[in-house]
């Protein structure tokens, strides 16, 4: 355990905030960041602190206040005002209330805020305020739970953290945990530190350094205690299992979300590989570790109590892949329904959807599951931290979790249940969209209107630098990828696919964008120019459609292709042969999947824009190459033509690639049961209108 403290860096603090907040504020928020910063201390959220302190309300009066974590901030970002001030006296009033309910407390602490404006305190807010001391750290650091999380917890902290360091058994957090750590407190005056058995840790000091070096100090010594005892660890993998691993994590991810969308839970995958992650789940124990529930109870909102396990068989067979991956979401769902049942105890709670969080895959990897790219994530770094601390607390003999009932009323607490329902998704929340041609003023333009409907983007191109360029113009977001693609080459297509799944777990929109242009009479029109362009607008059209229909049928839940073709199908122009026949080979392919591929749930369909010629700041590429001839067919100057473009449609409208991409959210967000259809993005050209 890192000690990150830096009485330099401090002071930095101090220069940064100081002034405005004050110097314990400031330092607060320092030692506050400097636990956040340690994975091994405290995960996305978790954790929280305070500082009491004096400040002066509207009426000039001068208050005792506990400036206390709100709801809402990582200790790892959290700012001075991520610590809003909580009147001490009305807060300490409280521990003379024979009973508080959580909503009670909730808005109790809400109207001693000295800044209605404020973010909620913490659920751990009156545990902060009843301790004496003037700075309290709390943590659930992995080398604590370690040892509170086994039947002989008592003697082991005692054994490990030395006398001074007072447990108090599990309590749901809360007011009745706040009023049980006072009292321990009052028994125990010199006490050095409290531990909360399966939970974590409060540390204390009269300054930010003592409190935080006091926590240091303990997590270090629990981890010396681990340490020195006999442990026996999982074997490491050969690097054949782990390559096995990584080649079939896009697959297997792919089936595993097909499977939890056909259940009912839309969501995105986070996969996770890594060695020591493997050795993991290839341990025999790894059931028993799994049973055990999370490692402190507030990861059950994040992951629900049990990750699920599915084992699928090694040949990597898809369909039998398939069966497996259905089979162990069947047995997870029928025992969250059962466990539900069990406790809610005829409570008017709204059960929860009954699939997992963290699925582990022996052989293949874990996958958090969440509705966006962040929560996804959270869960696999829950999951992967879970298994981790319990290979070790099994080292070190043996895990004992919180039991199913415990566990439920932190799942299932009031507040949790008050924010269901409150928010709409979007409507693209919880999709994956591939888009070739990616980086153009187009593929831009169709990312920017994906992700604006919640769809996480992959931009697919075969340009490096330009695609870093979109990716700067697009983002940044944790919903967009980049990914390299020749669309003339099926490897390579194939090979994007299942780099796009193995990072969002498979995709559901995929966008057949990419296309070049050459401008040439017939007469004239060279055979390899001719090929080049067929090659890129029909052929590359026909293997992004194709790898589509493979992938959005192993996953068994429809999807979308949109092929983005061209004003030229309805209304060619002169001296654009090439481009005009290739656009209406992958128009007539786009009708022809259609037809196949409804019986799937599968919708193709086409949007056929006029010229585009850029997207904010992104200038179309294929018109950089072809504008000056296009102008020259046309008898126009080069820059004349987005001007000629827009006066020849019926609207006057300059099309964008916003445009474009409005469209394709329009085919993808499934409102109209459209497929094998046409929709102008063109400003109305009545010489090209569909038919
Ligand atoms: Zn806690």
Redesign the pocket.
Known sequence: MRDRYDAEAAQQAVAQWGAAVGEALALRTYTSRLLGADPALVLHG???TSVKLRRTDVYGDEVDVCCVKGSGWDLATIEPKGHPAVRLDGARRLLEVPNLSDEDMVSTLRSLLLDQEAPNPSI?ALLHAFLPATFVD?S?ADAILVLTNHADARSRVAAALGPDVVCLDYVK?GFDLAVAAAALLRANPRARAMV?LS??LFTWGETAEESYRTHIALVQAAEDWIARQPASRPAALDDAVVAAAQRRVGRVAAALRGTLVRGGLRALLDARTDPELLALLADPRLDRWVEAGPI?P?HVIRTKPLACVARVPNDGDDEATRVALEDALDRYRQAYVRYFEAHVAGRGLVALDPLPRVVLVPGVGLFGVGSNPAAAGIAADIGVRTLAVKATADAVGGFVGLPPSDLFEVEYWSLEQAKLGKSKPKPLEGKVALITGGAGAIGVGIAGQLLAAGAVVALADQDALALARAERAVGPSKGLMTVHVDVTSPEATAAAFDTVAAKFGGVDIVVPNAGIAHVAPVIELDADAWRRVLDVNASGVFLTTREAARWLTLQGCGGDIVIISSKNVFGPGEGFGAYSASKAAAHQLGRVAALELAQHGIRVNMVNPDAVFAQGAIPSGLWAAVGPDRARVRGLRAEDLPAFYRERNLLRAEVTGAHVGAAVVFFASGVTPTTGAALPVDGGVATAFPR
């Open positions: 978790g954790g929280n751990e709390h659930h957090p909360l939970h974590g402190t507030d």
